[in-house]
């Protein structure tokens, strides 16, 4: 197996949260908001807006990861 080298942006994890997007509708859609801080040691935080179906692909592909 040969061995590359992958650009990886580490970032410290501060919150998690579920929110609507309206953009308007009555009736927005549901995303998963991640909170995370790239720019150690500086507090400069950004939010990453996961869809909700996304966000359960995430949740199982971690429980996979971590069982191992």
Same mark, same amino acid.
């Given at each position: 197996m040969a061995e590359s080298n992958i650009m990886v @942006? %580490?970032? =410290?994890?501060?919150?998690?949260?579920? $929110? %609507?997007?309206? #953009?308007g509708e009555a009736d927005g859609e549901r995303v998963v908001i991640i909170t995370v801080r790239p720019d150690l040691p500086t507090f400069r935080p950004h939010n990453l807006g996961i869809p909700w179906h996304? $966000? @359960?692909?995430?949740? =199982? #592909?971690l429980q996979n990861l971590l069982r191992r």
């Open positions: @942006h %580490r970032v =410290e994890l501060l919150g998690v949260s579920v $929110a %609507r997007i309206t #953009d996304q $966000a @359960h692909r995430l949740l =199982e #592909d």
